[in-house]
């Protein structure tokens, strides 16, 4: 999936799928913006703007 397909995706289902990824296989979400090409602070906005924050500890999206 292109990073533009991903920035225009409902935040929503977003979230579900960077997780499924981070838990599945990535170690961080350095790792999976990385490996995708995206910039990590777009996603993070996009997801802040819904009320989801990127926990370290956890790797995913609370």
């Given amino acids: 999936m292109d990073k533009e397909t991903l920035l225009k995706m409902d935040p929503h289902i977003l ?4 997780n499924m990824k981070l838990r599945d296989f990535y170690g961080s979400l350095n ?4 490996d995708l090409g ?3 602070d777009e996603i ?3 997801l802040l703007c819904a ?3 990127y926990n370290n500890e956890l790797n995913q999206f609370k």
């Fill in 31 to 34: 790792a999976y913006c990385d």
């Fill in 51 to 53: 009320g989801y924050k």
């Fill in 44 to 46: 993070e906005s996009k």
């Fill in 15 to 18: 979230v579900s799928m960077v």
């Fill in 38 to 40: 995206i910039n990590r």
